[in-house]
């Protein structure tokens, strides 16, 4: 018996149903973006914001994004949304960034903010979970930040990974997933991957609580079970005779079997850890490891960063817990619009040498004609000499 085959798009409707889109934006309509987007009023020098497509664009609409149009500024806008936590599932975080200024130094990352920030005042001391995206100054600075929040710290990846530093839109996504893996893509590319724990600078600070919060007796305690653990064990198939006075017999204890011989070469270490880490667990200043990328009250996305050029253009922002959904909607945006913008880009350039060439040659054709100009002007006047 044959299987019916199920349509493509059934298979997308589905897909998009399964996933949970916290926040999504593509500015298609207007100037109702001021609506959403909080500029922040905490200086009064801080840069403001347009929606442009920019000089080239592959779609005029479709690329139109916020961008930023003053010169040695910060800038301080957000847009909040439902709080939300994603423990226990998968964090993608995805914007697209277009420094069509060509960047000499400045941000153009974004901030993952707790749904409680003060948006009117967001300012370069507001506390944040994640800060993700390229950033470039000069000849040194030209990586993409993966920052997280954690234990009341900023942690930066220890990873050295490379931005884009051209003046197309460029496509930046973050996977945090809750087997503490993570993931950095540009352009839908995987260019760096690896461990939470480890790739970040937590291995010590984890080590460092753990250590404290052992009680100082481990060792001897340890020790000393290890000692009874090598002649006996209790019988742990014992219970209680049912005529056991507790009064006239004293306390019931089970029997004391002899431990075995060992064998296979196997040989007990002491009592495990995991017993006391088990009941250490619900003390909440452990640190335990599936805390490092969760965050409890995820409420709102932001762009908090200075700038010496302007022109930088933001767009296509959001936040799922589903890496095929941000696949699909990556494809639907960038990825229609990032072939169109490269060909206007080469057409400009290309109009833009021809009138340049053209300019030459007029140029040069005027100081040809006052070259002749002068040269008939002094034969002139020696002829009527």
Not at 181 to 187: G, S
Not at 256 to 276: A, C, F, R, S, T
């Amino acid at each position: 018996m044959s299987r019916a085959r199920v349509p493509l798009w059934a298979v997308c409707v589905l897909r998009v149903a399964l996933a949970t889109v916290y926040f999504q934006e593509e500015f298609l309509d207007g100037e109702r973006w001021r609506n959403r987007w909080v500029q922040s009023i905490s200086d009064s020098q801080f840069g403001h914001f347009r929606l442009s497509s920019g000089k080239f664009y592959g779609h005029k609409e479709k690329d139109k994004g916020l961008q930023t149009t003053q010169n040695g500024r910060f800038y301080a806008i957000s847009a909040s949304f439902k709080p939300f936590s994603n423990k226990g599932k998968t964090l993608i975080i995805q914007y697209t960034v277009k420094h069509e200024q060509k960047m000499d130094c400045g941000g153009g990352y974004i901030k993952v903010f707790p749904a409680d920030v003060d948006q009117k005042n967001l300012n370069g001391k507001s506390p944040y979970y994640i800060m993700f995206g390229p950033d470039i100054c000069g000849f040194d600075i030209k990586k993409v930040h993966v920052i997280l929040h954690f234990k009341n710290q900023y942690h930066s990846n220890k990873k050295l990974i490379r931005c884009k530093v051209d003046s197309f839109t460029h496509l930046y996504s973050l996977i945090l997933r809750p087997d503490l893996t993570y993931e950095v893509k540009i352009d839908g590319q995987a260019i760096e991957s690896g461990s939470i724990e480890y790739d970040w600078h937590l291995t010590s600070l984890k080590k460092m609580e753990k250590s404290s919060a052992e009680p100082k007796d481990w060792d001897q305690a340890k020790d000393d079970k290890a000692q009874d653990w090598e002649k006996h064990f209790l019988d742990a198939s014992a219970s209680k005779p049912s005529d056991w006075n507790s009064e006239l017999d004293g306390d019931w204890q089970a029997s004391m079997l002899q431990k075995p011989l060992y064998q296979n070469g196997l040989k007990p270490e002491g009592i495990d850890k995991d017993v006391w880490l088990h009941q250490k667990l619900k003390n909440t200043n452990y640190l335990t490891e599936y805390d490092l990328s969760e965050f409890e009250n995820i409420g709102a996305i932001g762009l908090e960063l200075w700038q010496v050029r302007s022109g930088t253009i933001f767009d296509n922002f959001l936040i799922t817990d589903d890496e095929k959904y941000a696949e699909n909607f990556a494809r639907a945006t960038w990825g229609e619009t990032k072939g169109p913008e490269r060909e206007m880009d080469a057409i400009q350039a290309k109009e833009e040498m021809k009138k340049a060439r053209e300019e030459d040659e007029e140029e040069l054709m005027v100081r040809k004609f006052n070259g002749h100009e002068n040269h008939f002007s002094r034969f002139h006047r020696r002829d009527e000499l």
